[in-house]
């Protein structure tokens, strides 16, 4: 993939970047922990904190992703982005559009 092609991805990594963002912060309060001092039953409690760990993970989830991403815009600046590491190849535009993250071709994503 060519430099400018590399160029032509920007735009989409940090659109989705904001989203995540976004998301993340949303994600703050029904991951916040809660307070021991809060009069609740204890069903309830326990419910409370298995949602809280749902909402941690997905949280972790996200997380994880704009890391990925951000990798992706150091690959980009480096002049790596689009080229699978495991075999060298271009991974395909289509792939890149749906998975910016991508860091490996169809063919070798099992192998990974």
């Known amino acids: 993939m060519n430099p ?10 940090n659109s989705r970047l904001k989203e995540l963002a976004d998301e993340i912060a949303a994600t703050a309060d029904e ?8 009069s609740i039953g204890r069903l309830s409690r326990l419910d409370s904190m298995q949602h809280q760990q749902i909402a941690l ?5 996200l997380e994880d992703e704009r890391n990925r991403l ?3 815009l150091r690959r980009i ?5 689009g080229k699978c590491l495991l075999c060298g190849q271009d991974i395909i535009d289509e792939r890149l559009r749906i998975k910016p993250d991508a860091v490996s071709c169809v063919p070798c994503s099992p192998k990974r």
């Open 77 to 81: 600046d480096s002049g790596a982005f």
């Open 4 to 13: 400018v092609q590399q160029l032509d991805f920007i735009p989409v990594i």
């Open 57 to 61: 993970a997905g949280k972790r989830r």
């Open 70 to 72: 951000i990798e992706a």
């Open 31 to 38: 991951a916040a922990t809660i307070s021991p001092d809060v």
